[in-house]
Protein backbone atom coordinates (compact mmCIF):
# COMPACT_ATOMS: atom_id res chain seq x y z
CA UNK A 1 0.00 0.00 0.00
CA UNK A 2 1.36 3.56 -0.60
CA UNK A 3 0.01 6.59 0.01
CA UNK A 4 0.07 8.85 -2.84
CA UNK A 5 -1.74 12.05 -1.71
CA UNK A 6 -2.11 14.18 1.78
CA UNK A 7 -5.23 16.13 1.71
CA UNK A 8 -5.64 18.28 5.02
CA UNK A 9 -8.05 21.48 6.29
CA UNK A 10 -8.33 22.60 9.89
CA UNK A 11 -6.19 19.66 10.86
CA UNK A 12 -3.73 20.67 13.89
CA UNK A 13 -1.63 23.53 13.03
CA UNK A 14 -2.74 22.96 8.91
CA UNK A 15 -5.43 25.54 7.76
CA UNK A 16 -5.14 23.49 4.48
CA UNK A 17 -1.97 21.38 2.81
CA UNK A 18 -1.17 19.20 0.06
CA UNK A 19 1.27 16.53 -0.08
CA UNK A 20 2.23 14.14 -2.27
CA UNK A 21 4.11 11.57 -1.46
CA UNK A 22 6.19 8.12 -3.68
CA UNK A 23 6.84 4.47 -2.98
CA UNK A 24 10.08 4.17 -0.63
CA UNK A 25 11.28 6.85 1.79
CA UNK A 26 9.65 9.67 2.37
CA UNK A 27 11.11 12.14 5.02
CA UNK A 28 9.50 15.19 6.37
CA UNK A 29 12.31 17.86 8.16
CA UNK A 30 11.33 20.70 10.38
CA UNK A 31 12.10 22.16 13.79
CA UNK A 32 9.91 20.84 17.19
CA UNK A 33 6.76 22.28 16.81
CA UNK A 34 6.11 23.21 12.87
CA UNK A 35 3.81 20.34 12.14
CA UNK A 36 5.91 17.18 10.58
CA UNK A 37 4.85 14.38 13.20
CA UNK A 38 1.29 16.18 11.95
CA UNK A 39 1.49 14.97 9.23
CA UNK A 40 2.17 11.22 9.79
CA UNK A 41 -0.61 11.55 12.78
CA UNK A 42 -2.73 12.19 9.75
CA UNK A 43 -1.55 9.34 7.68
CA UNK A 44 -1.95 7.12 10.60
CA UNK A 45 -5.48 8.34 11.38
CA UNK A 46 -7.15 6.20 8.63
CA UNK A 47 -5.80 2.91 10.59
CA UNK A 48 -6.34 3.49 13.55
CA UNK A 49 -9.23 5.93 14.08
CA UNK A 50 -7.11 7.78 16.70
CA UNK A 51 -4.30 9.96 17.57
CA UNK A 52 -0.78 8.05 18.64
CA UNK A 53 -0.22 11.43 20.96
CA UNK A 54 -3.52 12.20 22.26
CA UNK A 55 -6.52 9.78 23.77
CA UNK A 56 -9.74 12.10 22.59
CA UNK A 57 -10.19 13.75 18.78
CA UNK A 58 -10.58 17.68 20.03
CA UNK A 59 -6.78 18.44 19.70
CA UNK A 60 -6.44 17.41 16.32
CA UNK A 61 -9.33 19.96 14.97
CA UNK A 62 -7.53 23.43 14.38
CA UNK A 63 -8.29 26.26 16.80
CA UNK A 64 -11.48 28.05 15.90
CA UNK A 65 -12.66 25.10 13.44
CA UNK A 66 -15.22 22.80 14.61
CA UNK A 67 -14.25 19.75 12.69
CA UNK A 68 -10.72 18.99 10.73
CA UNK A 69 -10.60 17.15 7.07
CA UNK A 70 -7.89 14.59 6.36
CA UNK A 71 -8.01 12.83 2.56
CA UNK A 72 -5.70 10.43 1.42
CA UNK A 73 -6.03 8.73 -2.14
CA UNK A 74 -4.11 4.97 -1.32
CA UNK A 75 -2.21 2.83 -4.18
CA UNK A 76 -2.99 -1.05 -3.76
CA UNK A 77 -1.14 -2.01 -6.75
CA UNK A 78 -3.28 -0.72 -10.18
CA UNK A 79 -6.13 0.34 -7.66
CA UNK A 80 -7.09 3.90 -6.38
CA UNK A 81 -9.04 4.60 -3.23
CA UNK A 82 -10.00 7.91 -2.06
CA UNK A 83 -10.75 7.68 1.87
CA UNK A 84 -11.71 11.10 3.85
CA UNK A 85 -12.36 11.58 7.25
CA UNK A 86 -14.21 14.09 9.13
CA UNK A 87 -13.04 14.56 12.85
CA UNK A 88 -14.98 16.51 14.69
CA UNK A 89 -14.42 18.46 17.69
CA UNK A 90 -17.76 17.30 19.28
CA UNK A 91 -20.25 14.68 18.32
CA UNK A 92 -19.20 11.64 15.79
CA UNK A 93 -16.94 11.65 13.27
CA UNK A 94 -17.82 10.97 9.59
CA UNK A 95 -16.05 8.79 6.41
CA UNK A 96 -16.20 8.51 2.93
CA UNK A 97 -14.58 6.32 0.54
CA UNK A 98 -14.33 7.25 -3.14
CA UNK A 99 -16.90 9.71 -2.06
CA UNK A 100 -19.92 7.82 -1.02
CA UNK A 101 -20.47 8.01 3.29
CA UNK A 102 -19.69 4.81 5.02
CA UNK A 103 -19.16 4.08 8.68
CA UNK A 104 -15.38 5.01 10.43
CA UNK A 105 -15.32 2.08 11.11
CA UNK A 106 -14.49 1.02 7.76
CA UNK A 107 -11.22 2.97 6.98
CA UNK A 108 -9.29 0.41 8.37
CA UNK A 109 -10.04 -1.77 5.76
CA UNK A 110 -8.28 0.01 3.22
CA UNK A 111 -5.22 1.11 5.14
CA UNK A 112 -2.75 -0.47 7.04
CA UNK A 113 -0.35 1.85 8.84
CA UNK A 114 2.48 0.62 11.57
CA UNK A 115 3.58 3.91 13.13
CA UNK A 116 6.95 4.26 15.88
CA UNK A 117 6.97 7.65 17.94
CA UNK A 118 8.91 8.10 20.90
CA UNK A 119 5.56 7.83 22.85
CA UNK A 120 6.28 4.14 22.35
CA UNK A 121 8.46 3.50 25.04
CA UNK A 122 5.70 3.75 27.39
CA UNK A 123 4.43 0.70 25.62
CA UNK A 124 7.20 -1.29 27.60
CA UNK A 125 7.25 1.58 30.31
CA UNK A 126 4.33 2.65 31.43
CA UNK A 127 1.45 1.01 32.93
CA UNK A 128 -0.93 -1.99 31.54
CA UNK A 129 -3.22 0.32 29.86
CA UNK A 130 -0.27 1.58 27.28
CA UNK A 131 0.15 -2.41 26.38
CA UNK A 132 -3.55 -3.33 25.91
CA UNK A 133 -3.82 -0.43 23.65
CA UNK A 134 -1.16 -0.85 21.35
CA UNK A 135 -1.81 -4.89 21.37
CA UNK A 136 -5.93 -3.82 20.41
CA UNK A 137 -5.20 -1.49 17.85
CA UNK A 138 -3.16 -4.24 15.91
CA UNK A 139 -6.13 -6.78 16.45
CA UNK A 140 -8.25 -4.63 15.03
CA UNK A 141 -5.97 -3.61 11.71
CA UNK A 142 -5.42 -7.72 11.46
CA UNK A 143 -9.38 -8.61 11.93
CA UNK A 144 -11.47 -5.24 11.63
CA UNK A 145 -14.53 -6.97 13.24
CA UNK A 146 -12.50 -7.11 17.01
CA UNK A 147 -13.79 -3.14 16.77
CA UNK A 148 -16.88 -3.97 17.43
CA UNK A 149 -15.87 -6.71 20.07
CA UNK A 150 -14.06 -3.81 22.08
CA UNK A 151 -16.58 -1.19 21.93
CA UNK A 152 -19.43 -3.85 23.03
CA UNK A 153 -17.24 -5.05 25.85
CA UNK A 154 -16.34 -1.49 27.22
CA UNK A 155 -20.23 -0.71 26.84
CA UNK A 156 -20.84 -4.06 29.07
CA UNK A 157 -17.79 -3.33 31.54
CA UNK A 158 -19.23 0.60 32.07
CA UNK A 159 -23.16 -0.66 32.86
CA UNK A 160 -21.43 -3.48 34.60
CA UNK A 161 -19.54 -1.29 36.88
CA UNK A 162 -22.27 1.31 37.22
CA UNK A 163 -24.70 -1.85 38.68
CA UNK A 164 -21.66 -2.65 40.97
CA UNK A 165 -21.15 1.13 42.26
CA UNK A 166 -25.11 1.45 42.64
CA UNK A 167 -25.59 -1.65 44.72
CA UNK A 168 -22.85 -0.58 46.87
CA UNK A 169 -24.50 2.84 47.53
CA UNK A 170 -27.44 1.09 48.11
CA UNK A 171 -25.62 -1.69 50.77
CA UNK A 172 -26.56 -4.31 48.73
CA UNK A 173 -24.72 -7.82 49.10
CA UNK A 174 -24.49 -11.58 47.61
CA UNK A 175 -27.33 -13.06 46.22
CA UNK A 176 -29.32 -10.12 46.45
CA UNK A 177 -28.01 -8.23 43.20
CA UNK A 178 -29.49 -10.81 40.68
CA UNK A 179 -29.38 -8.84 37.59
CA UNK A 180 -25.62 -9.35 38.18
CA UNK A 181 -25.82 -11.94 36.37
CA UNK A 182 -26.82 -11.01 33.20
CA UNK A 183 -24.01 -8.58 33.02
CA UNK A 184 -21.98 -11.32 33.42
CA UNK A 185 -22.51 -13.53 30.86
CA UNK A 186 -22.44 -10.55 28.68
CA UNK A 187 -18.90 -9.87 30.14
CA UNK A 188 -17.89 -13.22 29.75
CA UNK A 189 -19.29 -13.40 26.39
CA UNK A 190 -17.51 -10.48 25.03
CA UNK A 191 -14.39 -10.76 27.30
CA UNK A 192 -13.77 -14.34 26.10
CA UNK A 193 -13.21 -13.07 22.32
CA UNK A 194 -10.99 -10.42 23.58
CA UNK A 195 -9.02 -12.42 25.33
CA UNK A 196 -8.40 -15.47 23.08
CA UNK A 197 -7.75 -12.72 20.47
CA UNK A 198 -5.00 -11.41 22.56
CA UNK A 199 -3.67 -14.71 23.30
CA UNK A 200 -3.82 -15.48 19.66
CA UNK A 201 -2.07 -12.38 18.86
CA UNK A 202 1.19 -12.66 21.17
CA UNK A 203 1.76 -16.06 19.68
CA UNK A 204 1.91 -14.61 15.85
CA UNK A 205 4.46 -11.74 17.44
CA UNK A 206 6.74 -14.29 18.77
CA UNK A 207 8.99 -14.75 16.52
CA UNK A 208 9.03 -11.74 14.55
CA UNK A 209 9.52 -9.67 17.88
CA UNK A 210 12.81 -12.14 18.03
CA UNK A 211 14.19 -11.34 14.86
CA UNK A 212 13.61 -7.91 14.76
CA UNK A 213 15.33 -7.04 18.21
CA UNK A 214 18.08 -8.98 17.11
CA UNK A 215 18.21 -7.48 14.28
CA UNK A 216 18.06 -4.05 15.55
CA UNK A 217 20.24 -4.70 18.47
CA UNK A 218 22.43 -6.50 16.89
CA UNK A 219 22.11 -9.06 20.23
CA UNK A 220 20.25 -11.87 20.80
CA UNK A 221 18.20 -11.08 24.53
CA UNK A 222 15.44 -14.04 24.05
CA UNK A 223 12.56 -11.12 23.83
CA UNK A 224 9.27 -13.49 25.15
CA UNK A 225 5.98 -11.99 24.85
CA UNK A 226 2.87 -13.22 27.00
CA UNK A 227 -0.63 -12.42 28.27
CA UNK A 228 -0.68 -12.03 32.44
CA UNK A 229 -4.66 -12.39 32.87
CA UNK A 230 -6.60 -11.58 35.51
CA UNK A 231 -9.07 -14.59 34.96
CA UNK A 232 -6.21 -16.95 35.61
CA UNK A 233 -5.00 -14.87 38.69
CA UNK A 234 -2.51 -12.71 37.68
CA UNK A 235 -2.46 -9.61 39.69
CA UNK A 236 -1.35 -6.51 37.45
CA UNK A 237 -1.31 -4.07 40.19
CA UNK A 238 -3.64 -2.34 37.90
CA UNK A 239 -4.53 -0.47 40.92
CA UNK A 240 -0.99 0.22 42.23
CA UNK A 241 2.16 -0.27 40.57
CA UNK A 242 2.37 -2.87 38.09
CA UNK A 243 2.98 -6.37 39.58
CA UNK A 244 6.26 -8.28 38.63
CA UNK A 245 6.26 -11.42 36.86
CA UNK A 246 6.38 -14.04 39.42
CA UNK A 247 2.95 -12.64 40.23
CA UNK A 248 1.64 -13.23 36.79
CA UNK A 249 -0.89 -16.20 35.66
CA UNK A 250 -0.79 -16.99 32.15
CA UNK A 251 -2.31 -19.28 29.63
CA UNK A 252 -0.69 -20.65 26.86
CA UNK A 253 -1.10 -19.06 23.23
CA UNK A 254 -2.06 -22.45 22.13
CA UNK A 255 -5.40 -24.44 21.58
CA UNK A 256 -4.78 -25.42 25.23
CA UNK A 257 -5.97 -21.42 25.79
CA UNK A 258 -9.74 -22.39 24.41
CA UNK A 259 -12.82 -19.85 24.35
CA UNK A 260 -14.52 -22.69 26.45
CA UNK A 261 -11.56 -22.77 28.89
CA UNK A 262 -11.24 -19.10 29.15
CA UNK A 263 -15.09 -18.61 29.68
CA UNK A 264 -14.76 -21.18 32.55
CA UNK A 265 -11.36 -19.50 34.29
CA UNK A 266 -13.74 -16.06 33.56
CA UNK A 267 -16.56 -17.24 35.25
CA UNK A 268 -15.12 -18.50 38.56
CA UNK A 269 -13.02 -15.47 38.93
CA UNK A 270 -15.84 -13.27 38.52
CA UNK A 271 -17.56 -15.82 41.45
CA UNK A 272 -14.50 -15.57 43.61
CA UNK A 273 -14.33 -12.00 43.27
CA UNK A 274 -17.90 -11.09 43.86
CA UNK A 275 -17.88 -9.45 47.80
CA UNK A 276 -14.57 -7.49 46.46
CA UNK A 277 -16.18 -6.36 43.45
CA UNK A 278 -19.27 -4.97 45.62
CA UNK A 279 -17.16 -3.52 48.41
CA UNK A 280 -15.22 -1.41 46.15
CA UNK A 281 -17.93 -1.23 43.03
CA UNK A 282 -15.41 -2.07 40.54
CA UNK A 283 -15.57 -4.95 38.20
CA UNK A 284 -12.05 -6.83 38.87
CA UNK A 285 -11.46 -9.37 36.07
CA UNK A 286 -11.44 -9.10 32.68
CA UNK A 287 -9.67 -8.23 30.01
CA UNK A 288 -9.68 -4.67 30.85
CA UNK A 289 -7.27 -5.49 33.86
CA UNK A 290 -4.92 -7.34 31.84
CA UNK A 291 -1.45 -6.80 30.90
CA UNK A 292 0.96 -7.74 28.73
CA UNK A 293 4.36 -8.71 29.26
CA UNK A 294 7.70 -8.33 28.36
CA UNK A 295 10.62 -9.74 29.19
CA UNK A 296 14.58 -10.00 27.83
CA UNK A 297 17.01 -12.42 29.58
CA UNK A 298 14.63 -13.51 31.23
CA UNK A 299 13.29 -10.86 33.12
CA UNK A 300 10.80 -7.77 32.88
CA UNK A 301 12.05 -5.10 30.64
CA UNK A 302 9.95 -2.68 32.88
CA UNK A 303 12.34 -1.61 35.88
CA UNK A 304 15.36 -4.03 34.09
CA UNK A 305 16.07 -3.48 30.71
CA UNK A 306 18.51 -0.08 29.66
CA UNK A 307 17.01 2.86 28.01
CA UNK A 308 18.71 1.60 25.08
CA UNK A 309 16.77 -2.03 25.43
CA UNK A 310 13.58 -0.20 26.15
CA UNK A 311 13.89 1.60 22.79
CA UNK A 312 15.15 -1.57 20.89
CA UNK A 313 11.93 -3.71 22.47
CA UNK A 314 9.38 -0.79 21.59
CA UNK A 315 10.62 -0.46 18.38
CA UNK A 316 10.54 -4.23 17.25
CA UNK A 317 7.05 -4.39 18.67
CA UNK A 318 6.46 -2.27 15.55
CA UNK A 319 8.19 -3.64 13.03
CA UNK A 320 6.99 -7.13 14.48
CA UNK A 321 3.48 -5.64 13.89
CA UNK A 322 4.29 -4.38 10.37
CA UNK A 323 5.55 -8.32 9.48
CA UNK A 324 2.48 -9.76 10.66
CA UNK A 325 0.76 -7.13 8.64
CA UNK A 326 2.49 -7.68 5.68
CA UNK A 327 2.49 -11.41 5.81
CA UNK A 328 -1.92 -11.63 6.25
CA UNK A 329 -2.87 -8.21 3.84
CA UNK A 330 -4.14 -8.38 0.88
CA UNK A 331 -3.12 -4.85 0.90
CA UNK A 332 0.38 -5.11 0.14
CA UNK A 333 2.88 -3.80 2.83
CA UNK A 334 1.49 -1.54 5.54
CA UNK A 335 2.79 1.80 5.25
CA UNK A 336 5.81 2.23 7.92
CA UNK A 337 6.03 5.77 10.07
CA UNK A 338 9.26 6.03 12.10
CA UNK A 339 7.86 9.48 14.33
CA UNK A 340 11.11 11.19 15.33
CA UNK A 341 13.10 8.42 15.72
CA UNK A 342 16.57 8.27 14.53
CA UNK A 343 17.67 11.29 17.21
CA UNK A 344 17.10 8.57 19.99
CA UNK A 345 19.40 5.73 18.30
CA UNK A 346 22.99 5.21 18.25
CA UNK A 347 24.48 5.46 14.48
CA UNK A 348 24.52 1.36 14.60
CA UNK A 349 20.81 1.19 15.59
CA UNK A 350 20.10 3.96 12.84
CA UNK A 351 21.86 1.71 10.13
CA UNK A 352 20.28 -1.06 10.97
CA UNK A 353 16.87 0.65 11.48
CA UNK A 354 17.55 2.25 7.93
CA UNK A 355 18.09 -1.30 6.64
CA UNK A 356 14.63 -3.09 7.83
CA UNK A 357 12.15 0.01 6.92
CA UNK A 358 14.04 0.05 3.03
CA UNK A 359 12.34 -3.29 2.46
CA UNK A 360 8.90 -2.23 2.92
CA UNK A 361 7.28 -0.34 -0.27
CA UNK A 362 6.76 3.06 1.42
CA UNK A 363 8.25 4.61 4.37
CA UNK A 364 7.39 8.09 6.20
CA UNK A 365 10.25 9.63 8.32
CA UNK A 366 9.97 12.39 10.36
CA UNK A 367 13.13 14.34 11.80
CA UNK A 368 14.10 17.38 12.94
CA UNK A 369 17.63 17.05 11.58
CA UNK A 370 18.12 15.82 8.23
CA UNK A 371 21.84 14.76 9.28
CA UNK A 372 19.43 12.66 11.77
CA UNK A 373 18.37 10.55 9.04
CA UNK A 374 20.40 7.69 7.41
CA UNK A 375 21.59 8.18 3.53
CA UNK A 376 19.57 5.33 2.92
CA UNK A 377 16.38 7.44 3.38
CA UNK A 378 16.75 10.36 2.28
CA UNK A 379 15.89 9.65 -1.41
CA UNK A 380 12.28 12.33 -1.02
CA UNK A 381 12.46 15.21 1.33
CA UNK A 382 9.25 17.14 2.47
CA UNK A 383 10.65 20.38 4.51
CA UNK A 384 8.29 21.94 6.94
CA UNK A 385 7.97 25.02 8.95
CA UNK A 386 4.64 26.94 10.83
CA UNK A 387 1.85 24.46 9.02
CA UNK A 388 2.95 24.80 5.74
CA UNK A 389 4.99 22.53 3.25
CA UNK A 390 8.01 24.78 1.83
CA UNK A 391 9.57 22.27 -0.65
CA UNK A 392 9.70 18.55 -1.80
CA UNK A 393 11.17 16.01 -3.78
CA UNK A 394 15.32 16.14 -2.63
CA UNK A 395 15.29 20.00 -2.13
CA UNK A 396 18.42 20.90 -0.04
CA UNK A 397 18.43 22.97 2.81
CA UNK A 398 17.08 26.38 2.37
Do not use: C
Not at 150 to 160: N, S
Not at 275 to 288: C, F, I, N, Y
Amino acid sequence: MIVEHLSLVDFRNYAEAEVELGPGPNVFVGRNGQGKTNLAEAIGFFATLGSHRVSSDAPMVRDGAEAAIIRARLAHGDRRVQLEAQVNRQGSNKARVNGAPVKPAELPRYAQVVLFAPEDLQIVRGDPSARRRFADQLLVQRAPRMAGVIADYDRVLKQRTALLKSARARGIRGDALSTLEVWDDKLIALGTQLIAGRLALAGDLAAPLAAAYTAIAGADHDPQIEWALSVAGADTGEDDAVASSTQAATLETTQDASTSRIAELFRQALAAKRTAELDRGLTLVGPHRDDLLLRIRGLPVKGYASHGESWSVALSLRLASAELLRADSRLGDPVLILDDVFAELDADRRARLAQLAGDYEQVVVTAAVEGDVPDALRARMVRVEAGRILDRDGASDV
